[in-house]
């Protein structure tokens, strides 16, 4: 079959999604997906609306279903999807029952694989089963984790079924061709289109990566690795971050202190002092790696631990910035100098280098704990800590969020608002 490009809904909004379903129609998607989000927020009726909009293509129905195969395809089937997605970790029965439900209704059944751990051996069952197709998917929350699709499971898959095999998790216009050279016939892309600012573009451009067998550069929906982790914070605000972390993560009256635009992205180097007493904060300045950010904990003391002349230091060692739950001075030279300060306090009294304290424990700064080797980000809207142990999840979750508010900015941009664009009135929290 001649590779087909599925694209994926996934939204809670009905309006934002047929809006880009257009955009993705117009670029050439051959399938449009009502995504899992969408059908559990709209509901069925917006199948029948996709359905409605887009009679010559086929509709997709990723209800992910788990049990009661029959019923939830008949919705679906009813609604006007043509294929609808059953996981493979349903039991065979449910499966036996969607292929018959589908048969009854006139649709197919596409078998999806997320969290499936032998995915070979259930591909195998799943096409004894009846089912259409199999979607060997790696899921949005694994995907910010770090995983991608395994080209290696994708060809045994391939080789051991005779129906078309789709691919669904993070793919976009650099990792598609690959995927099709492994034997793929249908890539389902969401966030690389849907997130897109010109969805219709992103489509276009899909497509053209789809029939070249040749990536086309895409700055969408890439994830990062545990080694790209300084490039993905630098694609994200400190505010993205705390969204992608449920909105915590904020260091608390930890003011930003520097020319605007002033980014910092580090590694915490962790030390602990007592108020105005210097001499641990600049002894770190020897032991810090290039890279690192000092993270000063003087319980929030309002005589000055750091000066110019520590900050001179730190710019000489490669240190990316300071951040102080205390007080901080010389801050006329250390502004234009450009070397990123955050603190409570910004004065002009230091005190004596007595030597209380240490370097490299866990410390309190902002009311948050921080680990030696934690990330930080600090902007103008101030500093952010992300525990090293979730950095990479955090790091794509974070683009993410950016991405989303890019698509949404440009959304408003064409004459909206942003409560007309997230349907403030209808999904308030109300409770
Ligand atoms: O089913 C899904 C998530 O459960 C998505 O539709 C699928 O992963 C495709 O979206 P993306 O390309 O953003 O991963």
Redo the contacts with the bound molecule.
């Keep these: 079959m001649e590779p087909v490009l599925q694209v ?1 809904l ?1 939204f809670m909004h009905k309006k934002r999604a047929l809006e880009i379903a257009a955009e993705a129609v117009k670029g050439g998607a051959d399938w449009i ?1 009502a ?2 989000p969408l059908i559990k927020s709209e509901g069925s009726d917006v199948i029948r609306e996709l359905k409605k909009n887009f009679p010559g293509h086929t509709i997709i129905a ?1 209800m ?1 279903t788990m049990d009661v195969g029959a019923t939830e395809v008949e919705i679906a089937s009813k609604a006007g999807a043509d294929i609808v997605s059953i996981l493979g970790l349903a039991d065979d029965s449910t499966i036996e029952e969607a292929v018959t439900s589908a048969m009854q209704y006139g649709s197919k059944i596409m078998i ?1 694989l ?1 969290g499936v751990s032998d995915r070979v051996e259930r591909s195998k069952t799943a096409e004894k089963l009846g089912v259409s197709y199999i979607c060997l ?4 929350d694994q ?1 910010m984790k770090g995983e991608s699709s395994p080209i290696d499971i994708l060809k045994q898959i391939v080789s051991e079924v005779s129906i078309p095999v789709a691919v ?4 976009t216009q650099i990792t598609a061709p690959e995927l099709l050279d492994a034997g793929a016939s249908i890539i ?5 289109i849907i997130k897109a600012k010109d969805v219709c573009s992103a489509t276009e451009n899909m497509k053209t990566a789809m029939a070249t067998h040749k990536a086309v550069a895409s700055n969408v ?1 890439k994830k990062y690795g545990s080694d790209e982790l300084y490039e993905a914070f630098s694609l994200a605000s400190t505010a993205n971050i705390s969204d992608a972390m449920h909105r915590t993560g904020v260091l608390s009256g930890i003011i930003p202190r520097n020319k605007p635009g002033t980014k910092m992205i580090g590694r915490a180097l962790t030390v602990q002092t007592v108020n105005g007493d210097w001499a641990k904060p600049v002894e770190a300045i020897d032991q810090a790696e290039k890279g690192d950010v000092l993270v000063i904990d003087v319980g929030g003391g309002d005589i000055a631990v750091f000066g110019a002349l520590a900050a001179w230091s730190c710019i000489s060692k490669g240190i990316k910035g300071v951040v102080i739950d205390g007080a901080i001075r010389d801050m006329d030279e250390i502004y234009e100098m450009g070397f990123p300060a955050f603190s409570r306090y910004s004065v002009p009294n230091a005190s004596e280098p007595k030597g209380y304290g240490g370097i490299g424990h866990n410390i309190l700064c902002g009311g948050l704990t921080i680990k030696p080797g934690d990330w930080i980000i600090g902007d103008d809207c101030g500093v952010v800590v992300v525990p090293q142990e979730k950095a990479t999840e955090i790091a794509n979750r974070s683009v993410d969020v950016a991405e989303r508010e890019n698509r949404i900015r440009e959304e408003i941009k064409k004459g909206s608002t942003l409560s007309k664009v997230l349907e403030l009135e209808k999904w308030e929290q109300v409770h």
Aim: negative net charge; hydrophobic residues 40%.
């Design positions: 994926a996934d997906e995504g899992t990723d992910k999806d997320i998917h790696i899921g949005i995907q669904a998790g993070g793919i389902i892309a969401g966030g690389s929906a």
